[in-house]
């Protein structure tokens, strides 16, 4: 078994910026790529965010392409989501993912992903 526990979420004004971590416990997530998905109240979970195994390749959704930063330290067993200029609209349960196949470069479908963290709240004022 995988365990993800995500962490860095918060409240913040319009504009702010936050650092998300997932931590890994138990096997380690590499060689996987990981993903991060949010939920709004309301709404489906949704893709944000994804890196290959080796870290080389990143994938955004065009809502946050530009302003969110998918990173990750495989010697750490974490990887990362720097929100930057957040929005109103960025308010969400932000849970990071493992894919469920090895040596890819990850995907934007939540079925594809086979392990999930519990989430961490971030939420944006206006």
């Known amino acids: 078994q995988v365990q993800l526990v995500e962490s860095g979420g918060g409240l913040v004004q319009d504009g702010g910026s936050l650092r998300l971590s997932c931590a890994a416990s138990?096997?380690?997530?590499?060689?996987?790529?990981m993903g991060w998905f949010r939920q709004a109240p309301g709404k489906e979970r949704e893709f944000v965010a994804s890196i290959s195994w080796s870290g080389a390749d990143t994938y955004y959704a065009d809502s946050v392409k530009g302003r969110f930063t998918i990173s990750r330290d495989n010697a750490k067993n974490r990887v990362y989501l720097q929100v930057n200029s957040l929005k109103p609209e960025d308010t969400a349960v932000y849970y990071c993912a493992r894919h469920s196949l090895r040596y890819t470069v990850g995907s934007y479908e939540s079925s594809e992903y086979d392990y999930w963290g519990q989430g961490t709240q971030v939420t944006v004022s206006s």
């Open positions: 138990g096997r380690t997530f590499s060689p996987y790529a």
